[in-house]
């Protein structure tokens, strides 16, 4: 009896090493239109956003690592396999209403251009779009303005007196400077009184349009 229900647990045993050694998954990419990735400011709200991503088979990542080559050029081979298999490359990103969070988003694309050459792919079809605190979404919402530019590190970048050792280093940069123009030296910041919000705001960007996930 002892032998019988080794030899019958090894047959199955057998049987289940082949099975998975036999099986071929359907991509869960296969049919959709979009290959989609989010990039988020703070990790906080990777926290944030991760559940629905995960409901959406979306990837999200901290743009705090984007300057590592390598993390821009893994995306890139990515989106390049995506487009090669018929699916528009899409890098949606949130960040904090202020110079930087604004500045990062609007270079994204041109910093994926920056090794089309090492990468051996042009990334010049890729949708780059800004979702969360926008400042019409701040409006709509009703958001709190900070007043003040003060960043992280204490430097203020509403300051451009370079004599001032308060001032950013960054505080004369054309970007600041346009920035301080359209919506004068206050900021949003992505905290907790926004946080449902741009949760909402992340699955409304997820869904493109009405192809994007016919698969689920």
Not at 17 to 22: D, F, L, M, Q, Y
Not at 83 to 95: H, N
């Amino acid at each position: 009896e002892r032998e019988f229900a080794d030899t019958y647990f090894e047959h199955y045993a057998k049987r289940g090493r082949e099975a998975v050694a036999e099986f071929t998954p359907i991509p869960w990419a296969k049919g959709l239109d979009y290959e989609v990735f989010v990039m988020v400011e703070k990790s906080d709200l990777v926290t944030l956003f991760e559940g629905v991503c995960a409901e959406y088979h979306v990837s999200i990542g901290n743009a705090k690592g984007w300057g590592d080559l390598h993390s821009r050029a893994a995306l890139m081979r990515r989106f390049q396999q995506a487009e090669a298999e018929g699916r528009q490359p899409v890098l949606l990103y949130c960040g904090d209403h202020d110079p930087t969070g604004l500045q990062i988003s609007g270079t994204l694309k041109s910093m994926l251009r920056e090794l089309k050459g090492a990468v051996g792919w042009d990334p010049s079809n890729v949708i780059v779009s800004r979702f969360g605190l926008n400042a019409d979404f701040i409006e709509a919402l009703g958001l709190t303005w900070i007043e003040g530019l003060k960043t992280s590190s204490g430097k203020d970048l509403g300051n451009d007196d370079a004599d001032d050792e308060d001032s950013h280093f960054l505080a004369r940069a054309e970007f600041v400077q346009d920035y301080i123009a359209k919506y004068g030296k206050r900021k949003v910041e992505a905290k907790a009184g926004s946080y449902q919000a741009q949760l909402v705001d992340c699955e409304d960007k997820l869904k493109i349009d009405g192809s994007l996930f016919d698969w689920f």
